[in-house]
């Protein structure tokens, strides 16, 4: 949902320097060591994303003075660069998502506004994210709503950005947490995607995804590029009853696909009804989707009702056409927060992880593995090895990637009394992976 947090301290350098040592190591068996990436950026660090390719681990949080922070490590997640602030996000930039090519150009996505427009920036790496080139997405509409941005990018210069996007600013109405982001009462929500095949550097015409433009109800929209291109998405989609209004209901998760470059998408598939639904009141990004090396897909998300939140996993063996019974995540009973995401790793197995403040300590980040054959293959570990205080806004999402012959991690959380929080990355020795 929409970031939000207080002002940040003083800025990082623009240029990347030596690496920084490990800050600790976790004393949880297959993790560490942990680093605090983002500990030069003084001020409030959150809602961290992350991304691999080969030996390298990338990480963007929403951070350094109120910007958009970046970090990499060449060393499969055992020393961290300094961080950095991505270029065009000074000023209260939002929503930091991350994507690398099959052969490498890295893509840092990110929201901004003007007094005109909210839009999307990508800033794009050839050089494992030494230098980034700027490149603005440029809205249809004047005084128009953005939000939550997705990238994913394919071989040969395609990327993909989805963003939730409304004509009309003024029809948004917001929810706000305390200790949290913000949801959305009511407004003009809607799925959109743009194309670029030129590394970025300029962008198609919007499509609609969600059906029902410009009061589809459906926002968050992550997704996955298979090998022969096509696109599978995962979206939370709201019930938009009153036209005049714009008033919505509690969202389902879904499921669409293209296999002509995003022109077109497939009816979308309702994931996991009898799980339940979303509330309005959610902050929290819900809901993402990744695959494994057979290309099966799974879809994470977390159900809200009387005084209960509820971590789900569902997956597919057919490109998505059909989707198992959701799979009960989070072993917890209670209405805690819970982030839910996950990384595919060998023919039918997926790492699942879970950022969740159902401990009195605080938020912790879990890790648990499943097989489509065999069921759950461990109990939930606690990867964070410290809590996060609860009342300190750890941001809407973590980092979970295969692809360095380890799974990564990243997390934020307000640990040891800090007012602020900060950002955490640690490689974990997981079954299958090395």
């Known amino acids: 949902m929409l ?8 800025g990082a350098a623009l240029l990347l320097v030596a690496g920084i040592a490990s800050a600790a190591a976790a004393t949880d068996t297959g993790v560490g060591p942990v680093t605090d990436v983002s500990h030069a950026c003084r001020g409030q660090n959150a809602e961290v994303e992350l991304a691999t390719w080969h030996r390298y681990v990338y990480v963007d949080w929403m951070g350094c003075n109120n910007s958009i922070g970046f970090s990499r490590s060449a060393d499969g997640g055992r020393t961290w660069s300094a961080p950095v602030v991505m270029y065009g996000s ?16 890295l893509y840092v996505s990110f929201m901004n506004a003007s007094k005109t427009y909210a839009y999307p920036v990508v800033d794009t790496s050839f050089d494992f994210g030494q230098a ?12 128009n709503w953005g939000d939550r941005d997705f990238i994913a990018a394919g071989p040969d210069g395609v990327v993909y950005l989805t963003w939730d996007y ?7 109405q917001y929810i706000c947490a305390a200790n949290g982001s913000c949801a959305f009462a ?32 459906g926002d968050s929209a992550p997704m996955v590029v298979e090998p022969d291109g096509r696109i599978d998405m995962s979206y939370q989609g709201y019930n938009i009853y009153n036209l005049k209004t714009y008033a919505m209901s509690p969202a389902y998760t879904f499921f669409t696909s293209s296999t002509d470059g995003g022109h077109r998408w497939s009816v979308p598939v309702q994931v996991g009804p009898s799980a339940g639904t979303m509330s309005l009141g959610e902050w929290w990004i819900d809901g993402a989707i990744s695959s494994d090396a057979a290309g099966n897909l799974y879809i994470t998300w977390d159900t809200q009702g009387i005084n209960s939140d509820i971590g789900w996993l569902s997956y597919s063996t057919d490109h998505g056409r059909t989707w198992s019974a959701p799979i009960r995540v989070t072993p917890d009973n209670d209405n805690a927060t819970h982030i839910v995401q996950s990384a595919g790793g060998s023919p039918g ?25 065999r069921g759950w293959l461990s109990g939930p570990q606690r990867i964070s090895a410290r809590y996060g205080n609860p009342g300190i806004w750890p941001g809407d999402t973590f980092g979970i990637s295969t692809g360095t012959g380890r799974l990564q991690l990243s997390w934020g959380g307000a640990v040891g009394g800090s007012p602020d929080s900060e950002i955490f990355a640690a490689p974990v020795t997981v079954p299958g992976l090395g």
């Open 3 to 10: 970031g939000r947090f207080a002002a940040m301290g003083a």
């Open 186 to 217: 009511n407004g003009d929500l809607n799925v959109v995607l743009q194309k670029s095949a030129d590394f970025g550097r300029t962008w198609g015409p919007m499509v609609h995804v969600s059906p029902g433009f410009p009061a589809s109800g």
């Open 166 to 172: 409304g004509p009309d600013a003024s029809l948004l």
């Open 349 to 373: 197995v997926v790492y699942v992880g879970w950022l969740a403040d159902n401990s009195p300590r605080g938020y912790a980040l879990y890790l648990r593995t499943f097989s489509i054959t």
């Open 132 to 143: 980034f080139t700027e490149h603005i997405v440029q809205p249809p509409d004047q005084d």
């Open 90 to 105: 000074r000023g209260g930039s939002w929503d930091p998502a991350l994507a690398v090519s099959p052969d490498g150009v």
